[in-house]
C-alpha cells in the first residue's frame, strides 16, 4: 500500500498552471478594471456607450419611489445618479458600482446622463 502521494508528472503540473492561468485572467477582468472618473463620464459619455463602466465613490444621496429607486455617488471628479434593482446604500457608505451610462433625460443643450447598474 503506497504512501498516499500523488504523482502528476510534468504535464500535470503544466496542466494545473494553465487552469490557475485561465481562472485568474477571469477573475482580473471584474476585480482588476479600471475605474472611470465620473467627471470623464459626463464630459464624454459618447466614448462610453454600449460599454461597462467601474465607478467608485461615496454615497451623497437616496431615493426610493416603488420601482424607481436610485443613488447619487459622488467621487473626487463629480457625481451621478445610480439606477438599481438591489437595496439601497447607506448615506455616506463608499461603494463600487459596474453599469451602463444612459441618457435619462434631455432638452435643448441639457443633459441628465445616469448610470444603469448591473447585475451581479
Known amino acids: 500500500m503506497g ?3 500523488l504523482n502528476f508528472g510534468r504535464s500535470g503540473f503544466l496542466l494545473v ?4 492561468l485561465l481562472t485568474l485572467s477571469a477573475c482580473q477582468s471584474h476585480y ?9 463620464l459626463l464630459e464624454k459619455p459618447r466614448s462610453y456607450e454600449n460599454k461597462v463602466v467601474k465607478i467608485e465613490g461615496v ?6 419611489l416603488f420601482v424607481v429607486k ?3 455617488v459622488r467621487d473626487n471628479t ?3 445618479a ?11 457608505e463608499r ?11 434631455a432638452l435643448e443643450d441639457k443633459t441628465l446622463m445616469v448610470l444603469k447598474e448591473e447585475k451581479e
Open 78 to 80: 463629480g457625481e451621478i
Open 59 to 64: 454615497v451623497t444621496e437616496v431615493f426610493s
Open 70 to 72: 436610485y443613488f447619487v
Open 3 to 5: 504512501g498516499g502521494k
Open 95 to 105: 461603494v463600487k458600482v459596474r453599469g451602463h451610462l444612459i441618457e435619462a433625460f
Open 82 to 92: 445610480v439606477i438599481t434593482d438591489r437595496i439601497l446604500p447607506g448615506k455616506g
Open 32 to 40: 482588476f478594471e479600471r475605474t472611470t472618473p465620473i467627471k470623464e
Open 17 to 20: 498552471v494553465l487552469l490557475l
